[in-house]
């Protein structure tokens, strides 16, 4: 009679079958509905860190120049900006950027580097890159680095005009 007793008293622990398929199908669904969003999150996110890395890479040029008080340049490490850049002071590379990849950069003047002087300034006019995915996808901006005779860059949400 004890071993009766036991039994009884015990409970059932754990999940039915039943449960356990609605939870997983609830799961599914709530999954397939979120991955468009995180897709254009993922993208926005990608091109505002490029587009930091780009401007970081510019201030750096800028303030090399006048730290060392001659021409550092930056420039294209392949064919177009998405193939990377580099800041160079001479024969020495200051900083260099891997490949972007799933994005293009495009500068307005067409440029394959930008050289700054001694006093912070740029030789050239001023440029624009526009930073965006290769594919449009919905959802996604553009994000605009401007770089002025001054040699100042600065970001902005939206393609370059």
């Known amino acids: 009679m004890l071993v009766k007793r036991r039994t009884l008293g015990r409970r059932m622990r754990g999940f039915t079958l039943i449960e356990l398929i609605t939870a997983v199908t609830l799961l599914a669904i709530l999954a397939g509905l979120a991955v468009p969003t995180f897709q ?21 040029a800028r303030s090399e120049a006048v730290t060392r008080n001659g ?3 930056f420039s294209q490490t392949g064919t177009g900006w998405a193939a990377g850049w580099e800041v160079k002071s001479g024969t020495n590379t200051l900083l260099s950027q891997d490949t972007v990849r799933s994005l ?3 500068d307005s003047a067409n440029l394959a580097a930008i050289v700054y002087g001694k006093d ?28 002025g005779p001054s040699g100042v860059p600065s970001s902005r949400v939206g393609a370059c005009s």
């Open 40 to 60: 254009g999150f993922i993208a926005n996110q990608r091109i505002r860190n490029t587009s930091f890395d780009l401007m970081a890479a510019l201030m750096l």
């Open 71 to 73: 021409n550092v340049s």
């Open 104 to 106: 293009s950069i495009t």
């Open 120 to 147: 912070g300034r740029t030789s050239t006019a001023s440029t624009r890159f526009t930073i965006a995915p290769s594919v449009a996808i919905s959802g996604v901006s553009p994000r605009c680095v401007s770089v």
